[in-house]
Structure formats: structure tokens, C-alpha cells
């Protein structure tokens, strides 16, 4: 069974005519993969400039991280403000963040055909959520 993690975020998102804004804050207390990126335990900063543009993940140091430049969306879930972070096989990957200010849900791994089974047959990961200040 996948073990699934989700880190609350601190969220403020500005939506203007011209396009949708999201700002936020995460801490990490492990390494986690994200799109190409491996990201330290730490705390991060992370920036997007509406749903057709990169996700920009920054460092407390300000380094920039390219993490992925189009996800798939989706509505958004119940829950505030979150990344779910996925642990199998000693790797933690992000699979998805929500966005419940922006109504989205930014999917970066999508769920495999054998966890869409186990969801069916009722067999659902547990999330563990770490609620962090929101903004």
C-alpha cells in the first residue's frame, strides 16, 4: 500500500484580471523529489505566475528550482492549502499541491492505475497533514 504525506502550506494567492498569482510557504522535514528537482529538507518559498506558467520553488538561501512548467489540474480538494507528498520504495515524491484559493488542484504525478484500483476496493492511504501559519 502507498503511504501518502501532506504538508500543509501557507498560502496567500492573488487572482488580477490578467492572470492568477500564487505565493506560498512550505517546510520540508525530509528530501523530496519534485518533477526533476530534489529538494532538501528546509524551507522553501514557491511562486507561480498563473496555471500556464513554471513553478518556481525557492530555498531559504533564494536559490531557484524550476519544478514543473504544466501540470495537470483538477478541482480543488477540502483540506486548505497542502502539497501530498507520496512515500514507496524509500523516495518521497510531491503528488500533487492544492490550491483552494485559486479552486485547483496542480497534479504533478497522477494517481497509477493499481492506487485508482485500491481507492475503488476502499483501500485509501492515510495522509498525515502538518498544519503550518497561513498568511
Known amino acids: 500500500m502507498v503511504a501518502l504525506f501532506a504538508l500543509l502550506m501557507s498560502c496567500a494567492a492573488a487572482i488580477t484580471a490578467s492572470a492568477e498569482t500564487f505565493h506560498g510557504t512550505f517546510t520540508l522535514p525530509y528530501e523530496v523529489h519534485w518533477g526533476r528537482a530534489v529538494l532538501p529538507a528546509g524551507n522553501y518559498a514557491i511562486t507561480m505566475d498563473g496555471f500556464n506558467s513554471p513553478v518556481i520553488v525557492r530555498s531559504a538561501s533564494g536559490k531557484g528550482r524550476l519544478v514543473s512548467a504544466f501540470p495537470a489540474t483538477g478541482d480543488a480538494l477540502e483540506g486548505g492549502c497542502f502539497l501530498s507528498i507520496d512515500y514507496k520504495a524509500g523516495r518521497r515524491t510531491v503528488r500533487y499541491m492544492n ?6 488542484v496542480l497534479i504533478y504525478e497522477p494517481l497509477t492505475r ?7 476496493r476502499g483501500i485509501r492511504p492515510q495522509p498525515l497533514q502538518v498544519a503550518l501559519a497561513q498568511k
Open 114 to 120: 493499481r492506487e485508482r484500483e485500491e481507492i475503488a
Open 99 to 104: 490550491v483552494p484559493s485559486l479552486g485547483k
